[in-house]
């Protein structure tokens, strides 16, 4: 249900077709040398205000491409932050790539059966710390969202079940762009708005769970009743 809504929501908003045409000029200009990387973090900082916007509940989940130069602004830390959770796996297959022909044969064989798996599961494990910092980011508008490792970690662990439920209609909505691609590159032009409804309903089921959080132990911490030791003696 969230994936299809996804995409159905977009064209909810009334001025769908000319924010939908603005954006297209940004994705056009993706292939391009630094024009490319400038258009890049538009993007970015447009999907973290449409996080922003499905989180909060706003009537319109596109925003207006009115600030271009505050859309490049906070996309910079989003594209930032997917330099420093990717950096890992890069360094990582420039290293197994550089040592694979001085290994002996054998440990060779050995690592190349053991690292495809470890590198998807720290892919896995990134892209989902990388998604919690996202949602953070754009309630908060705060870089270093990304970068409370501890923070999101203990976030992960409490809301496994959301984050995988997050991160499955985000591949199954990545297969359907996908398969949009070859329709006047219908896939690309959807990929922000579509991410972002689904990271943004994310991001409001986490702030549900969190708010839940905090009612119980506020509750536990009124009917907390401490014993006769712990009164002390007067």
């Not at 420039?94 to 694979?100: G, I």
Request: aromatic share 12%; charged share 15%.
């Amino acid at each position: 249900m969230t994936v299809v809504r996804a995409f159905t929501t977009i064209f909810s908003d009334r001025n769908w077709l000319r924010k939908l045409t603005e954006m297209a000029v940004f994705v056009l200009l993706l292939p391009f040398p630094v024009i490319g990387l400038v258009s890049l973090c538009a993007l970015l900082g447009y999907l973290a205000k449409i996080i922003h916007n499905i989180s909060a509940d706003y009537e319109s989940p596109l925003p207006d491409w009115e600030h271009i130069g505050e859309d490049i602004s906070k996309g910079i830390p989003v594209f930032l932050a997917l330099l420093v959770y990717h950096l890992p796996l890069l360094l990582t297959v420039a290293l197994l790539a550089v040592l694979r022909g001085s290994l002996a044969l054998g440990l060779s064989a050995g690592i190349d059966s053991i690292a495809p798996f470890a590198l998807a599961l720290y892919s896995l494990l990134a892209w989902m710390l990388w998604a919690l910092g996202l949602v953070r980011y754009a309630e908060t508008w705060e870089s270093a969202s990304f970068y409370q490792f501890d923070q999101n970690l203990r976030a992960l662990q409490s809301n496994f079940s959301l984050a995988l439920t997050w991160l499955g209609s985000a591949l199954i909505a990545n297969l359907l762009l996908l398969a949009l691609l070859p329709v006047f590159l219908l896939g690309a032009l959807l990929f922000v708005p579509v991410q972002g409804y689904v990271a943004g309903v994310y991001a409001r089921r986490l702030r549900v769970a969190r708010l839940a959080e905090r009612r119980e132990q506020a509750h536990a911490a009124a009917n907390f009743v401490p014993s006769r030791s712990a009164e002390g003696v007067v």
